[in-house]
């Protein structure tokens, strides 16, 4: 089975420019999430898809960050304008069951490193 | 407020030497307790479920233990292909129904020969 796909690997912009990350599930997985882990930190939950509707966006900075769905399958994550402490990796990752019962379990993909100077 | 708190922050073994990772949660509404192993320049890799108080769980040298407010991950006879990132992460449910997994901050673990 193919893993979770995410582009770019690395990407350095400098502050007040515009950058997107490209995230691609695993095949039949409905729900996906976009992560953002700052060095040292855990990750934090910035939103999350079931199916192509938002069920979670309530830590996304929606004056600087968006994202969307489309059709259910791949994601796009969009941050404009970058401030410095966007530096950080931005994890995606998809989980095979709607979401609603019991306990699933996440995927992720190997992320994408921004450095915002 | 839901949180979920990891100690220690690193830890440096030696080779063979056995320890416990500690991982505390204050949730409402648990649905499982996650274990994720993550490597440098890499996305979180899944390692456990625990889903109620009592629940263990092994893999290799790995074995993860769950009570109402904790849970451990002991580590016995570690080797250095151990040394990663050991994250916790709580799975709750939210409005709608739907789960929302919450991660601790991780313990960096080193493992010398």
Redesign the interface.
Known sequence: EAGVAQSPRYKIIEKRQSVAFWCNPISGHATLYWYQQILGQGPKLLIQFQNNGVVDDSQLPKDRFSAERLKGVDSTLKIQPAKLEDSAVYLCASSFDRGTSGANVLTFGAGSRLTVL | EDQ?T?SPEALRLQEGESSSLNCSYTVSGL??L?W?RQDP??????LF?L?SAGEEKEKERLKATLTKKESFLHITAPKPEDSATY?C?V?IM?S???????????TRLAVHP
């Open positions: 979920v990891q649905r499982g996650f994720y320049g890499k996305g979180p890799e899944f479920t889903y994250l992460a799975q939210f709608g129904g739907y789960n929302k997994l919450i991660f601790g901050a991780g």
